[in-house]
């Protein structure tokens, strides 16, 4: 070994690399490992330019090296837990973080990056420790103050999350995700002016970030004032720029021209943040349970921090299973080609967590996109999307969509009540008390339009009083929006988050009409009302959204609580709260009408499914 040599190479791979010629660098790095082949620094700073050009799987190896060449540098151990975080190892990268802050806790980078990883991990509490240290340390590191935010917003507190993502933006104006997160903070409160506004910064600033643009289509659901004709403009345009994106690899076929006899099963495997303790999970179980396992093998991709006993029942449903969380999109997309499904079903839409992009690059010979999500995705690649006949009329609905519709008859659902479930309780309107409407829907829901209608309700029927419960649910936030509607805040009850899906069930025996909001219906919180012997009243929309009410009670045989106008929905709540011989009734008959209709009909709707894949399958085989 020449050591003026290996300290020629050094200093030149030092310059390229602080020159941001990152590729120049790693080769220099590389030539100088051949010469010195313990050099910690040669290690140590190829694997700090392998990060840097996401190639995480090669920077593991250098740094792992580097390490055992010198196992007291933190900033070693930092980058490495780098490396193993976008591998999806969390398990060591939050091991060699930790080492790394034990080694020098004055590493406010190192806290900051330690917080990332607990949040993608689900420990939150632990993660805003990390967050709060890394700010201590340095209080005008953005980063840190926008991490706490996201935190914040994960645990409810979306005031406290605004507050930090707007310091975030305060220290750095460019900051690539502070506004996206802020943005989803105000939306959590139903501030979607403010919301869209900062997903139009960000896209001014960001054009191709396709989760600001998918998120943003997101929101623009619950928003009164958006057209269909607008809304599906705006998901097209989304389209059109994931299109735009590369594929690891050429796009995949459609299935083969003839359909392969040998093959004995379909491989269908179902993408989803939400294979948890989720609305999603209340109605994708019982498909899964009684899907035919004759024709069909089962892959489930989770890509949530959240596991729980759901995930681990849903997990038993399938023969692979996969989570996704942190992982980055090109490692998504080898995963998903090398498993090689013959069906790849979206389970979210452009709601949180989803992974739309990727369908782009066409994944799997037949795509398709069911339950989480309210419409079309825009997408092109996107094959089929499954509704039913009153969701998405036909005729009316196929002209706002890239999709193709598959209707099922008679519904698109298929319901798993809660086992926890109490059983319905008297009405909460006896003799003497006021008649309560209420909703449990989320607060993004309530919009302007629902509660000034809402209101009208409540003068309808004197003395009557409407019962609220959200998460997120606060009295300065919610009371001008009351009182702008036209809401006596006198007659108003705010209820929180209840820790339990019991107690949260149990809050129904309070309820003599449930109201069900618009432009975006309750589908969950729908199925639960009636379960507990809750009559809905719904207002049939223009869009699936706004359908959802009128699918589900069809399907349960109570089309006399779909209203066709706002008087109509003030009549029929109006007779419903005056008619208490009729609501006794039902309290006591809803369960049976549920357990009688399609919704939980698990084995017919299973089969249905089935036969759904199978068509379209067949279909494009001949196509």
Known sequence: MNPARVQQILQQGLAQHQAGRVQAAAALYAQLRKLAPRSFEAHHLGGAAALQLAQPAEAEKLLARAIALNPRSPTTYMCLGLAQGSLGHNLEAIKNLRRSVELDANNYEAWGHLGSLLTIDGKLEDAATSYRKSIALKPVYAQAWSGLGSVLQLLSRSQEAITHQTRAIELDPQHPKARFCRAQAYFSMHCLDEALADFDAQLARFPDDLEARSYRLFILNYSSEVSREKLFAEHRIFGTAAAKTKPLRPQLARPPIEPNESKKKISVAFLSPDLRTHSVAYFLEPLLHHLDRERFEITLYHDHFCTDDTSARLRALAVRWRNFIGLAADIVESMIREDAPD?????????????????????????????????????????????????????????????????????????????????????????????????????????????????????????????????????????????????????????????????????????????????????????????????????????????????????????????????????????????????????????????????????????????????????????
């Open 343 to 623: 069906i790849l079903i979206d389970l979210a839409g452009h709601t949180g967590f989803n992974r739309l992009p990727l369908y782009a690059h066409r994944l799997a010979p037949l795509q398709i996109t069911y339950l989480g999500y309210p419409g079309t995705t825009g997408l092109a690649e996107m094959d089929y999307r499954f509704t039913d006949e009153i969701a998405d009329p036909p005729g009316e609905s196929d002209a706002f969509h890239s999709e193709r519709l598959v209707r099922f008859a008679p519904t698109a659902w298929s319901y798993a009540p809660p086992t926890c479930a109490p059983e319905p309780a008297q009405l909460g309107g006896q003799a003497g008390q006021p008649i309560t409407f209420g909703s449990f829907n989320n607060i993004s829901k309530l919009s302007f339009q629902t509660l000034r209608l809402w209101a009208a309700v409540l003068n309808a029927v004197p003395g009557s009083r409407l019962l609220l419960k959200s998460s997120g649910l606060c009295e300065e936030m919610i009371a001008p929006r009351l009182l702008a509607a036209g809401l006596d805040r006198s007659r108003i009850e705010l209820l929180a988050a209840t820790t339990t899906i019991a107690e949260h069930l149990a809050l129904y025996q309070r309820i003599d009409v449930a109201l069900d909001p618009l432009p975006y219906n309750g589908t969950t919180t729908t199925c639960e009302a009636l379960w507990m012997g809750v009559p809905v009243v719904t207002l049939l929309g223009d869009r699936h959204a706004a359908r959802v009410g009128a699918s589900l009670l069809t399907a349960i045989g109570h089309p006399e609580w779909i209203a066709l106008s706002d008087n109509d929905y003030i009549r029929i709540s109006a007779e419903l709260a005056n008619n208490t011989a009729k609501r006794t009734a039902l309290r006591l008959s809803l369960r049976d009408d549920l357990r009688r209709s399609p919704l939980l009909d698990h084995v017919g709707q299973a089969a249905r499914f089935g036969e759904a894949l199978h068509q379209c399958w067949k279909t494009n085989s001949r196509a």
